[in-house]
């Protein structure tokens, strides 16, 4: 059987970059429906794969995006932008 570390280009995490502690995420969590197939993997690393957890790529997306605008009104707003701990 064919590692799942085997079947996509292990580089970088798809979301903070980094090089180091990186595993194979689905991206449609097994959980969800998901599937080992290459086209449902990708690389993260340690620190984002446990943030992400059961999400889907497109649900962490969608949260990323929403954390945007929220930013975005709060500044328009003349109000300071939440901070990440």
């Not at 794969?49 to 059961?54: A, H, L, P, R, V």
Request: proline letters at 2%; charged letters at 30%; hydrophobic letters at 25%.
């Amino acid at each position: 059987m064919t590692k799942l570390r085997d079947k996509i280009k292990m580089t970088r995490c798809k979301y903070c970059k980094s090089k180091e502690n990186l595993t194979v995420d689905h991206k449609v969590p097994i959980i969800q429906g998901g599937t080992g197939k290459n086209s449902n993997l990708q690389c993260l690393c340690r620190r984002c794969n446990g943030i992400k957890s059961g999400l889907s790529h497109k649900q962490v997306i969608r949260y990323f995006n929403w954390f945007i605008e929220i930013q975005e009104s709060r500044l328009s707003a003349g109000k300071k932008p939440y901070t990440l701990r």
